[in-house]
């Protein structure tokens, strides 16, 4: 080989690693998995630390006579939902044992979320998870009339569906616009697609209520620093403030409800299940005494 042509392989080589390296001045690899040059793509995914029967521990009694969507909810669906936000850094930030976390904390409202357990229920009130995909008896119509954005449409109803149930016109527009789907036309996709259902889910999980926010998944894994107004509401980082983003004062600031700490022992329950291990969750981990990021005053969240 001559030298020159020696030196301008070099120089390819060189070139092509750099390129693999950096982009936008952040590390980046293409190696594994279709994420697009994103710099969690060195990462493992959750198909790598989460498996089909993890999924089955979480879940066991989803497809039971007494559950309300026998056949609906399964693992592939939350694999195929949640490769779309890894790029994002969904359970792909911080390494193999925050994704865990990432994926208990989510997975703990979404089981919370669409229990039918109860305080004796065979196997722990927490085996029930993914027993519903929608609202059974809406106890009203969920339709804002003056909401113009997102205006209901005739004969067509938003009650409660999907894996974190979606609720009302407007946030089904919203949600809808976020996952490119037409969920104020067709509400009923979440209910019909498990796929969209949990997609709907970590959109939610992954997207700001307000612009300038965290989101949950921001605050848990440790991208959010609270300022001095956070701190004087008592919202530090960790599962706590995760539930002041989905629910604000539904659940927080009301000291150590039934309702917050059902959410909060789902979490832990699939920490154990998982092996990460349920004392993991220490820091943080109630809302008991925060301040709501948006009042229900101000605001129209969920
Ligand atoms: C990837 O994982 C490593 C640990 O395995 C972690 O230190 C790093 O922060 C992760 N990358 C990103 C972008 O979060
Ligand atoms: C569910 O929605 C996804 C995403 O739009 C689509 O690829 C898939 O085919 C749908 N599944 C069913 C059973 O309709």
């Known amino acids: 080989m001559s030298g020159t042509r020696g030196a301008a392989l070099l120089l390819l080589l060189l070139a092509t690693l750099a390129a693999a390296v950096m982009a936008g001045g952040e590390k980046v690899c293409d190696k594994g998995w279709e994420c697009s040059g994103s710099r969690f793509c060195c990462n493992e995914t959750i198909g790598d630390f989460f498996k089909a029967y993890q999924f089955e521990e979480l879940f066991p009694k989803r497809n039971s006579d007494l559950a309300h969507a026998a056949g609906f ?66 106890s009203q119509s969920y339709c804002d009339d003056s909401n113009e954005l997102y205006p ?10 999907g894996a974190l149930p979606v609720y009302w016109n407007y946030n089904y527009g919203i949600v809808g616009k976020g996952i490119k789907q037409d969920l104020l036309n067709h509400p009923e996709l979440l ?10 889910a970590i959109w939610r999980w992954m997207t700001p209520m307000k612009r300038k926010q965290p989101s949950a998944h921001d605050v848990f894994v440790g991208n959010w620093k609270p300022t001095k107004k956070d701190t004087l509401s008592k919202r530090y980082p960790g599962f706590g403030a995760t539930m002041n983003i989905l629910y604000g004062d539904a659940i927080c600031g009301k000291g150590s409800t039934d309702k917050m700490n059902f959410i ?8 154990g299940l998982m092996g990460v291990g349920r004392e993991r969750s220490e820091d943080n981990l109630d809302c008991s005494d925060q301040v709501a990021f948006n009042p229900s005053s101000e605001s129209s969240d969920f």
């Open 73 to 138: 909810w399964d693992y592939k669906a939350f694999i195929t939902a949640a490769a779309l936000f890894e790029p994002r850094g969904f359970g792909t930030t911080g390494g193999k044992e925050m994704g865990m976390m990432e994926v208990a904390a989510f997975l703990g409202h979404v089981g919370a979320k669409t229990s039918c357990g109860y305080n004796e229920a065979p196997d722990g009130e927490t085996a029930w998870g993914l027993c519903y995909n929608h609202e059974l008896s809406p």
């Open 191 to 200: 209910e019909q697609n498990a796929t969209l259902a949990f997609e709907a």
């Open 264 to 271: 909060i022992s789902h979490y832990q329950h699939y920490l």
């Open 152 to 161: 209901c449409v005739e004969g067509v109803e938003y009650y409660g569906r």
